[in-house]
């Protein structure tokens, strides 16, 4: 199985902060034919579902603020928040849907400091 | 507008029976690969089941295999979870997830609001 390491587990963040989070692979998730990296964030706020924010470790879903961007390649990702706002205090989690059984990351917690 | 609403859940004993359902709309069921996810009292997220378009291929981890099965019904555009000999550790929200692409893609861009499901004696 796949397992995905996700730093830290929570960090205190202040409102118009940028932040990053880190997500890490036991093994690459680039399919070499199509170059794609088969790497999911998604959010989690209290009380409510995940909300897919960011495709193929890169691609923003629609309606999603370009404040979210997604990097990485291979093995190495990270979810950057570039000013967070209040509405984004929740648990990231990323995923690899390169091969099952699909896997997620323990999630990091944002909170207001 | 996309729904997905989940029913089924409650509370039941260990080694016993429960079937969720899990009802779409607002897209065509038919052309989507639907998951089962599940998420423990305070805990992060585990896939629990993936199935295809037509229902021919399904998938499991190996914490449920064996004993979870997932199924659909396109003409009614519903997607179920049978879960038999249930364990404590079974104890979860269960979301019901539809695949972001168009056929597949793997990952869920919907998901249902979560029913929950508690294992105990």
């Known amino acids: 199985d796949i397992v995905m390491t996700q730093t830290p587990s929570s960090q205190a963040v202040s409102a118009g902060e940028k932040v990053t989070m880190s997500c890490k692979s036991s093994?690459?998730?680039?399919?070499?034919?199509?170059?794609?990296?088969?790497l999911a964030w998604y959010q989690q706020k209290p009380g409510q579902s995940p909300k897919l924010l960011i495709s193929?470790?890169?691609t923003r879903e629609s309606g999603v603020p370009d404040r979210f961007i997604g990097s990485g390649s291979g093995t190495d990702f990270t979810l950057t928040i570039s000013s967070v706002q209040a509405e984004d205090l929740a648990v990231y989690y990323c995923?690899?849907?390169?091969?099952?059984?699909?896997?997620f990351g323990a999630g990091t917690k944002l909170e207001l400091k | 507008e996309v729904q997905l609403v989940e029913t089924g859940g409650g509370l039941v004993q260990p080694g016993r029976s429960l079937k969720l359902s899990c009802v779409a709309s607002?897209?065509?069921?038919?052309?989507?690969?639907m998951y089962w996810i599940r998420q423990a009292p305070g805990k992060g997220l585990e896939w629990v089941s993936s199935i295809n378009t037509d229902g021919g291929s399904t998938y499991y981890p190996d914490s449920v295999k064996g004993r979870f099965t997932i199924s659909r019904d396109n003409a009614e555009n519903t997607v179920y979870l049978q879960m038999n000999s249930l364990r404590s550790e079974d104890t979860a929200t269960y979301y019901c997830?539809?695949?972001?692409?168009?056929?597949?893609?793997?990952?869920?861009?919907?998901w249902g609001q979560g029913v929950m499901v508690t294992v105990s004696s």
């Open positions: 607002g897209f065509t069921f038919s052309s989507y690969w």
């Open positions: 997830a539809k695949d972001r692409g168009y056929y597949y893609s793997g990952d869920r861009d919907y």
């Open positions: 193929w470790a890169s």
């Open positions: 995923e690899q849907y390169y091969d099952t059984p699909y896997t």
């Open positions: 093994q690459s998730l680039l399919y070499s034919e199509n170059k794609k990296n088969y």
